[in-house]
C-alpha cells in the first residue's frame, strides 16, 4: 500500500513540476493566462458559480485543478463517472475520462493512513471551510489546521512553489463548484 501511495504522490509531484517548468515566465496576470482560463471553463466538470467572483480566477482555477494539478485523482471518490475510467484493462475500462460530478473534489479516497479532504465549499462557501490565508498555508507549510497534523499524501512540498495568485485562483475556483458528498471507490484514480 505504502508502494501505491508513493507512486501516486511522485507521479502527481513529477506531473506538477513539468507543468511549472513548462510554463513560460513571460506571462502577464490575465493577458498570457487567457487560453488557460477560457480552457479552464471549457474542461469544468460542473457547473461554476461565478457571480460575485473574479471570473478570471475562477477560470484559472479550473484550468490548475483539471488540466496540471491532477486534483480529481486523490479527492474525488470515484474519480471517474462509472464506465468512463480512461486506463486500459484490468485497471480501468479504457473509456474516454469523463470525471465524476456528482462526487467531484468531495473527498472520500481512502490512502490506508490518510482519506482525502472534502475541497467543495462548506455552509459559509469556504473550500473545506478554509479561510484564503489558511488554504495558501497548508499549500505552503502541509500543516492541516482542521485536525492540526501534517498532509502525509497530499504533494504539498511541491505545491508550496505555486505563485499566491494560482493558489488564490485555485481557492476562488473550489469557491464556485458545487457542495458535494464524498462517493465510495477502493482507492485514487478510479
Partial sequence: MKRIILIVALFLGFSLAIMLLSTP???????????????????????????????????????IVNAQGGCNDCHSCPSYTPGHNPFPPPAGVNGDGQINSVN???GGVNFGIAVSRNLTPDATGKPEG???????????????????????????????????????AIYTFLTAIPPASPGSCRGAGQ
Avoid at 27 to 39: F, K, T
Avoid at 40 to 61: C, D, T
Avoid at 142 to 165: A, F, K
Fill in 25 to 63: 515566465k513571460s506571462q502577464g496576470q490575465e493577458g498570457g493566462d487567457e487560453s488557460r482560463i477560457q480552457q479552464g471553463f471549457a474542461i469544468a466538470p460542473v457547473h461554476l458559480s461565478v457571480q460575485g467572483k473574479n471570473r478570471a480566477l475562477v477560470g484559472l482555477g479550473s484550468y
Fill in 104 to 106: 467531484y473534489l468531495a
Fill in 130 to 168: 478554509l479561510t484564503l490565508e489558511e488554504f495558501k498555508s497548508v499549500f505552503r507549510t502541509g500543516h492541516d489546521p482542521i485536525e492540526n497534523d501534517t498532509l502525509t499524501i497530499m504533494p504539498w512540498p511541491i505545491y508550496r512553489n505555486m505563485t499566491d495568485r494560482d493558489l488564490e
